[in-house]
T-cell receptor, first 115, second 114 residues
Framework: NAGVTQTPKFQVLKTGQSMTLQCAQD?????MSWYRQDPGMGLRLIHY???????DQGEVPNGYNVSRSTTEDFPLRLLSAAPSQTSVYFC??????????????FGPGTRLTVL | AQSVTQLDSQVPVFEEAPVELRCNYS??????LFWYVQYPNQGLQLLLK??????LVESINGFEAEFNKSQTSFHLRKPSVHISDTAEYFC????????????FGTGTRLTVIP
């Protein structure tokens, strides 16, 4: 099993450009989520999904879109990148999203710089 | 509202010395508590968690954490650290059972000095 994979590893964008961060898992997990990690701050939840076709907003959803057409994939879209979106982005998955008995598995991250 | 405070952003410690990484939280209800570890250039991994029952929880690599309700703390300790323990450690708290309710602290970078 590859676990949770993210592409690309690094990306530099100009302000106003759009792009999609890819996330895939091969563990048949229902729950997937996106976090951003900024210096001096903990991970913050952007969006999450409890299954194919179902998504919801987290703590910091503005400027980001998600969709979940398959169980395996959960892409994160930046429609018009801003310097404030410079961050490290982590995708995570777990069987059901229940913290009591599930373990969340994190991808290796995508480091995004917006100029 | 829940929040997590990790007062120490960096903790240097010599190899084989003990270490304590501090975590305090604020919440008005019962919580679940977690410690995650992030090795260089990797994603986070669950180290240990407290859900209920015994207030002392242990990980497979020698770390332990104790839930102290009166002090709203969940400090992480290891009696003797190794070079391989060098990493960033995140404390996290959840008031509910869903992963979407998980809030992370700002992290503590543990550096083990040979």
């Amino acid at each position: 099993n590859a676990g949770v994979t993210q592409t690309p590893k690094f990306q530099v964008l100009k302000t106003g450009q759009s792009m999609t961060l890819q996330c895939a898992q091969d563990m048949n997990h229902e729950y997937m989520s996106w976090y951003r990690q900024d210096p001096g701050m903990g991970l913050r939840l952007i969006h999450y999904s409890v299954g194919a076709g179902i998504t919801d907003q987290g703590e910091v959803p503005n400027g980001y879109n998600v969709s979940r057409s398959t169980t395996e994939d959960f892409p994160l879209r930046l429609l018009s990148a801003a310097p404030s979106q410079t961050s490290v982005y982590f995708c995570a998955s777990s069987p059901s999203g229940a913290l009591g008995w599930d373990t969340q598995y994190f991808g290796p991250g995508t480091r995004l710089t917006v100029l | 509202a829940q929040s997590v405070t990790q007062l120490d952003s960096q903790v240097p410690v010599f190899e084989e010395a003990p270490v304590e990484l501090r975590c305090n939280y604020s919440s008005s209800v019962s919580v679940y508590l977690f410690w995650y570890v992030q090795y260089p250039n990797q994603g986070l991994q669950l180290l240990l968690k407290y859900l209920s029952g015994s207030t002392l929880v242990e990980s497979i690599n020698g770390f332990e954490a104790e839930f102290n309700k009166s002090q709203t703390s969940f400090h992480l300790r290891k009696p003797s650290v190794h070079i391989s323990d060098t990493a960033e450690y995140f404390c996290a708290v959840s008031e509910g059972t869903g992963a979407n309710n998980l809030f992370f602290g700002t992290g503590t970078r543990l550096t083990v000095i040979p």
